[in-house]
């Protein structure tokens, strides 16, 4: 019988960090900060062969619009960036 070894888990899954770029988007500022400057909204897992929908589907759960995102070189996850709906009417 056939048997899995190692940790399947890292291979098929990202994390997804959900970071809060208003302030970016509406300043006159036209760099990007390092992912670390900005405020965490939420974390969470996500399918890798799937990452571009769940980038979208992440920042519009939570209120939020899609502005950029960014791999990390220290851990294994997506920064994603995002700008507030409330903040561009």
């Excluded at 890798?48 to 851990?75: M, P, Q, T």
């Amino acid at each position: 019988m056939a048997r899995l070894d190692g940790d399947l888990f890292s291979h098929n899954f990202v994390k997804l960090v959900l970071l809060d770029a208003t302030h970016d988007a509406l300043s006159a500022q036209s760099d990007q900060l390092p992912p670390e400057c900005y405020p965490v909204v939420r974390e969470s897992w996500a399918a890798r062969a799937h990452i571009e929908n769940a980038c979208l589907a992440s920042a519009r759960e939570a209120g939020y619009l899609y502005h950029w995102h960014a791999k990390s070189d220290l851990e294994d996850c997506i920064y994603v960036g995002a700008v507030q709906a409330s903040a561009l009417n």
